[in-house]
């Protein structure tokens, strides 16, 4: 199966037309933009958070509008986003209809967390109904994994209150703490914003501080030693398909009890045996989610390959950020387009046995991620940075020639942000690249005056 065959499948319902692009800054849709303009559609109208760290597209690209958004952290400022798209600022508003004075634009938007079916009246193509998103609730969860049957590990759903929850972590402590996240009240969140590892009084009573205000229950469960990773699949009309694992590099600050998400790769590999756990488990999820809410489209399963192997924690019914990792393997792949298309219900010959080969033999040749965060802190311009590696040790380059990875800084919606890129072709592959992540963030912290501080990685135990 060729990547031409897709091309050809999906250009009947891209050819012509105009699509307004939502989900993220200016420059995070190159890549999509990339795929519409080869699948015959019109330049696109983006309208992003922010512009970002990076070169915005050209003119002839693409036409694109930034909201400035300005938030607390990154759940903030994608609600502050998200409300601003239900009502545009005038100017925006105004680029819209200079765009689309025909008012036949679609709306496109990979992750869109809140409820967004439209934006200045163009309706929002493969949205999701509220039944799917619902199942981002970290409390609702595990009621999921009971019917899809899924083994995961205990908890316990509780008040948001600090008598409940210290009850609860008691009776489900293995002797390295428990992890308490809260309910989604106030918005479905990720990114660890509202996720604690708490291993003592003080841990405990800042976790509860914080998830009261903002959550009326809290699912609380034993802390998982082992990598972060998880698992992408998509409900097609006739089948599932899952692709290749991904490691979530979740990091630890010594003697706090906040995690620190810090991108995705694909260098890592499990075993075989638990790659194809994780594979089977993500079809299982794909059938219940068709099953139980009529599910279609992408979907994640996060999850730790502990001791005993991978145990999920989480479910994104939606694209989830080490998707970019597999499918810049097959660049030239439609996939964007492809996967809102399954979403929105086009009932297309997908070929899902050839669609898994393809993107699973890619992406297991052709490895890819990296690391980034955000920072607190105002940084106005981009600047990148070579880094030179001897050891397993990175220092900034001097000078030109040839580089083994880079660093990124520049502004975000809430402070500064830092991405990391190794250079795939000096990266080893099975180990977790977080050791790496680490250390180059180090880099970051002493050279560049970036405040990250110190870091560890998780513990490999399988």
């Known amino acids: 199966m060729s990547v031409e065959y897709y091309t050809e499948l999906l250009r009947p319902h891209f050819q012509g037309r105009k699509f307004i692009l939502i989900g993220g800054p200016v420059v995070g849709f190159h890549d999509m933009i990339r795929q519409l303009r080869g699948l015959g559609a019109e330049r696109p109208l983006i309208i992003?958070?922010?512009?970002?760290?990076?070169?915005?597209?050209?003119?002839?690209?693409?036409?694109?509008?930034?909201?400035?958004?300005?938030?607390?952290?990154?759940?903030?400022?994608?609600?502050?986003?998200?409300?601003?798209?239900?009502?545009?600022?005038?100017?925006?508003?105004?680029?819209?209809?200079?765009?689309?004075?025909?008012?036949s634009a679609r709306v496109l938007g990979a992750i869109v967390?809140?409820?967004?079916?439209?934006?200045?009246?163009?309706?929002?193509?493969?949205?999701?109904?509220?039944s799917w998103a619902a199942l981002e609730d970290k409390v609702r969860i595990d009621a999921f994994w009971e019917a899809a049957r899924i083994r995961h590990s205990p908890?316990?759903?509780v008040a948001a209150e600090r008598d409940a929850l210290g009850a609860a972590a008691r009776k489900l402590d293995r002797g390295s703490g428990t992890v308490w996240t809260g309910d989604a009240r106030d918005g479905i969140h990720g990114g660890a914003i509202v996720t604690f590892w708490v291993n003592d009084g003080a841990a405990a009573e800042l976790a509860t501080a914080r998830i009261s205000s903002r959550c009326d229950r809290a699912r609380v469960m034993p802390f998982l030693e082992g990598i972060p990773c998880s698992i992408h699949g998509i409900v097609l009309p006739r089948a599932i398909i899952a692709f290749r694992p991904v490691e979530?590099?979740?990091?630890?600050?010594?003697?706090?009890?906040?995690?620190?998400?810090?991108?995705?790769?694909?260098?890592?590999d499990p075993t075989d045996t638990d790659r194809e756990e994780m594979r089977r488990i993500a079809r299982q999820v794909g059938?219940?989610?068709?099953?139980?809410?009529?599910?279609?489209?992408?979907?994640?399963?996060?999850?730790?390959?502990?001791?005993?192997g991978f145990l999920p924690t989480e479910l994104n019914p939606r694209a989830g950020a080490g998707l970019r990792g597999i499918t810049a393997a097959l660049p030239e792949l439609p996939f964007g387009p492809l996967t809102i298309a399954?979403?929105?219900?086009?009932?297309?010959?997908?070929?899902?046995?050839?669609?898994?080969?393809?993107?699973?033999?890619?992406a297991d040749a052709k490895r890819g991620g990296g690391g980034w965060t955000s920072f607190p802190g105002d940084r106005e311009q981009t600047e990148i940075h070579g880094l030179l590696e001897k050891s397993g040790r990175y220092r900034l380059a001097k000078g030109g020639g040839a580089t083994s990875a880079s660093l990124i800084i520049g502004p975000s919606d809430h402070g500064g942000f830092l991405a990391f890129t190794p250079n795939r072709d000096r990266m080893d592959r099975g180990p977790s690249v977080a050791p790496r992540v680490i250390d180059a963030f180090r880099v970051a912290d002493r050279d560049l005056g970036v405040p990250l501080g110190p870091l560890e990685p998780a513990r490999s135990v399988r």
């Not at 086009?346 to 899902?352: F, I």
Request: hydrophobic share 35%; net charge negative.
């Open 155 to 157: 908890s316990l759903i």
């Open 113 to 130: 967390l809140s409820n967004v079916p439209a934006v200045a009246g163009r309706p929002r193509y493969g949205g999701r109904p509220p």
């Open 248 to 268: 979530l590099l979740t990091l630890r600050r010594p003697g706090a009890d906040r995690f620190l998400y810090a991108g995705t790769a694909t260098f890592w």
């Open 48 to 103: 992003g958070s922010t512009l970002g760290t990076g070169d915005p597209p050209s003119e002839e690209d693409a036409l694109w509008c930034s909201l400035g958004v300005r938030g607390r952290d990154t759940m903030d400022s994608f609600y502050r986003y998200e409300a601003l798209l239900r009502d545009l600022p005038l100017e925006a508003r105004e680029k819209v209809e200079s765009y689309d004075p025909e008012r």
């Open 287 to 308: 059938e219940c989610l068709r099953s139980q809410v009529g599910f279609r489209g992408l979907f994640t399963v996060d999850g730790v390959m502990t001791e005993e």
């Open 342 to 362: 399954a979403q929105a219900g086009e009932a297309l010959d997908y070929r899902p046995e050839e669609l898994e080969s393809l993107v699973v033999e890619a």
